[in-house]
């Protein structure tokens, strides 16, 4: 159903860097940039990630109840990629591990404070 998600950020480069080799630990590469865009994606017409400089030129803000959740193979995936992501610069929201009977998960926020997480069915 989701095509992509697209989050604001206030340093492109910085940005593009962090989800370069955190995306890239998933398999995802760069499939569309411009000077103030880039998006992500693992295979042609699957989901993507993009991140973007505000249209309107104001700051970049965190959206308030706004989570992307990135969906992975299994607990030892998300344990890797959740701690990619801190080793990154990542702000830690939730460590990985279960929650409840069927679903784990890492929580974690990017450099511009946008929330993320990965997890996985179990």
Request: proline residues 6%.
């Amino acid at each position: 159903m989701i095509g992509y998600v697209t989050l604001g950020v206030n340093d492109i480069e910085k940005a593009a860097k962090f989800y370069d080799e955190l995306l890239g630990e998933m398999g995802a590469k760069r499939f569309m940039e411009s000077d103030s865009f880039v998006a992500w994606s693992s295979a042609p017409g699957s989901p993507g990630v993009s991140v973007i400089k505000p249209n309107d030129g104001n700051p970049a803000t965190v959206g308030n109840g706004v989570m992307i959740a990135l969906a992975c193979d299994k607990p030892e995936t998300v344990d890797r990629l959740y701690n990619k992501a801190i080793e990154l610069g990542a702000t830690d929201e939730g460590p990985a591990g279960p929650r409840g009977d069927k679903f784990y998960a890492g929580y974690f926020r990017d450099l511009d404070g946008n929330k993320l997480n990965f997890f996985c069915m179990t």
